[in-house]
């Protein structure tokens, strides 16, 4: 299995301030958890190294202007064009504020015959793209990704959630992959223990719920009384200012 992350920036070849703090706590993290360098792949429009991880750089032309956020189905797209993909391989696409909380072993990941596996936003049939896994022969549902988001000039989330009404080639995985604030009573009954993906940006105020995020899933100030972050991952973000 490898891992996939992703950032282009339309202005400047460089990351923003939170994104530089941030991919370093993704490679710190994925370093302590066991993943061999040549497994962590970096997608960028500039150069980047960081404790021998290095950008594999692409064009900023893949910069998605009418949906920044979506602008990884581009990329993704371009990627399975140049033949960068290994059909036989699976691949774990999450954003930099989608953290491995405990280690995702390959046989665990379970596609049930779909070439994508995401998580919904539990109260909605809406996908959430922050979080997924997919197979390298999977090229085609990538394609026609983009097609709709092109058409509709849609985000990537309701375009999938739009496209898959029409076909099987998506299916839904355990919120244990990308477990967020939002619902967090029945998304975490629901997910398998131990958690895998924490998903949250930290320090900032959580509108639908005027929770901060670090106090919700650093100190366990939330409903469940909960410490999502272990140890581990608690002192990565601490080594990065982030306490």
Known sequence: MKQLLIYIDSTSLSFDEETATLVKVQIDNSIEIGWDLEDILLVTNFDYEYRGVQSIKVSSDLFCW????????????????????NKREIYWYHDFDAYESDKIKEAEVCLDGCSLGLTAYRRSARWSTSSFFFKGDSGLVFKLWQDVMDYFKADDERSLTFLTRIG??????????????????????????????????????????????????????????????????ARIFEKHGIK
């Open 66 to 85: 009418h949906c920044p956020i979506s602008t990884k189905v581009y990329v993704i797209n371009h990627l399975f064009g140049s033949g960068f993909f």
């Open 168 to 233: 099987n080639k998506v299916g839904k995985i355990n919120t244990t992959y990308n477990l967020q604030m939002l619902n967090i009573r029945n998304c975490y009954w629901e997910a398998v223990k131990p958690v895998k993906v924490l998903h949250f940006h930290p320090d900032v105020v959580n509108r639908h719920i005027g929770a901060n995020t670090t106090d919700f899933f650093i100190r366990g100030k939330n409903k469940l009384n909960v410490t999502f972050v272990s140890d581990r991952l």
